[in-house]
T-cell receptor, first 114, second 108 residues
């Protein structure tokens, strides 16, 4: 069974540029998560989807971040415009159903904003 | 804000020794999970313990949960160099929250 797929793995951009990350969850998993992980810290939840619906986006900086999950499968996280402080690893995870189940993580996208 | 808080922040041991990490949390939970993260990689699920369980084993891993103290511990027995990683606890409280992790180094 394929795991969670993320792309790109690395991205270097200049500040004020836009950037997008893509995630393909494990087939059949209804719940999808986007996390941001700063160096030396644990993952911080940005948004959680149940199928197509964003059910928790309280930590998503909505002035510059947006996300979508088309047809309840793939998801895209966008930052526009990027700031220096956005440099981090962006992790996508999925679980079968609901936030109380085991989450399966992708390898992450490492973003560097110059 | 992060719900789980791991202790210690860093731990260095020799191969063959046991490693114990602790996690404290603040709100009521349904379950608590432990994850491992190797450098530059995604997180890997290790074990889930439900609020009505007190202890759980998986191979060389032993997890305990004390809901009255809002704390959990992860014990890795007979550690190996390959166990070198960061370990995180995550609670589902109001939502899934991870702590800052314990960085474990196992020296060969």
């Amino acid at each position: 069974e394929a795991g969670v797929v993320q792309s790109p793995r690395y991205k270097i951009i200049e500040k004020k540029q836009p950037v997008a990350f893509w995630c393909n969850p494990i087939s059949g998993h209804n719940t999808l998560y986007w996390y941001r992980q700063n160096l030396g810290q644990g993952p911080e939840l940005l948004i959680r989807y149940e199928n197509e619906e964003a059910v928790d986006d309280s930590q998503l900086p909505k002035d510059r971040f947006s996300a979508e999950r088309l047809k309840g499968v793939d998801s895209t996280l966008k930052i526009q415009p990027a700031e220096l402080g956005d440099s981090a690893v962006y992790l996508c995870a999925s679980s079968l159903r609901g936030r109380r189940e085991t989450q399966y993580f992708g390898p992450g996208t490492r973003l560097l904003v110059l | 804000s992060q719900q789980g808080e791991e202790d210690p922040q860093a731990l260095s041991i020799q191969e063959g020794e046991n490693a114990t990490m602790n996690c404290s949390y603040k709100t009521s939970i349904n379950n608590l999970q432990w994850y491992r993260q190797n450098s530059g990689r995604g997180l890997v699920h290790l074990i889930l313990i439900r609020s009505n369980e007190r202890e759980k084993h998986s191979g060389r891993l032993r997890v305990t949960l004390d809901t009255s103290k809002k704390s959990s511990s992860l014990l890795i027995t007979a550690s190996r160099a390959a166990d070198t990683a960061s370990y995180f606890c995550a609670t589902d409280g109001d939502d899934m929250r991870f702590g800052a992790g314990t960085r474990l180094t196992v020296k060969p």
